[in-house]
């Protein structure tokens, strides 16, 4: 039972252009939820986060969405640049019980086009 | 370079064997985490220590233990491998908790044969 769930598993887009990559997740308990981005042969890396008490977080190119009653957050990267192919998980927090591991979606592979 | 380090980067090993992964957290971190990411699954947590003690318990495997030493750093135990056991395990580590970020290691591949 997938709690987090990205649900195109590539996206292509040009470079300059907008790139929006989406996630929803099912457990209303989350109250945190982060984006990473991961090259080939690297560990994650973490990009932008945002609490539940939030609706828009945003830092440089990268901006994160949120909308509680749908269950469902957004990344926006604009400009998008060749840097920024990679893949992009979604990531939340907060099942209780002191538990600090996130939960991860299955990723977003952008591929930025020249 | 986020700071972790995680040995050794690739394990090959057979079924019904046991492996040690090691992973030493940023300077200063409490908080250690080990994530298994296979082809299927995607990224799933397994087990978190602060400060030595386990605090939180993810999809861990009874044939699979942790454990974080006086010096922070922090071994994932892996016994009586099976095929299914192939796959990259991350460590990340976070100052203390909560909200703080995670920073990951670059993981350890392994493959049973």
Known sequence: ?114 | DSGVTQTPKHLITATGQRVTLRCSPRSGDLSVYWYQQSLDQGLQFLIQYYNGEERAKGNILERFSAQQFPDLHSELNLSSLELGDSALYFCASSARGGSDEQFFGPGTRLTVL
């Open chain 1, 1 to 114: 039972d997938q709690q987090v769930k990205q649900n195109s598993p590539s996206l292509s887009v040009q470079e300059g252009r907008i790139s929006i990559l989406n996630c929803d997740y099912t457990n209303s308990m989350f109250d945190y939820f982060l984006w990473y981005k991961k090259y080939p042969a690297e560990g994650p890396t973490f990009l932008i986060s945002i609490s539940s008490i939030k609706d828009k977080n945003e830092d440089g190119r990268f901006t994160v969405f949120l909308n509680k009653s749908a269950k469902h957050l957004s990344l926006h990267i604009v400009p998008s640049q060749p840097g920024d192919s990679a893949v992009y998980f979604c990531a939340a927090r907060g099942l209780g019980g002191g538990a600090d591991g996130l939960t991860f979606g299955k990723g977003t592979h952008l591929i930025i086009q020249p």
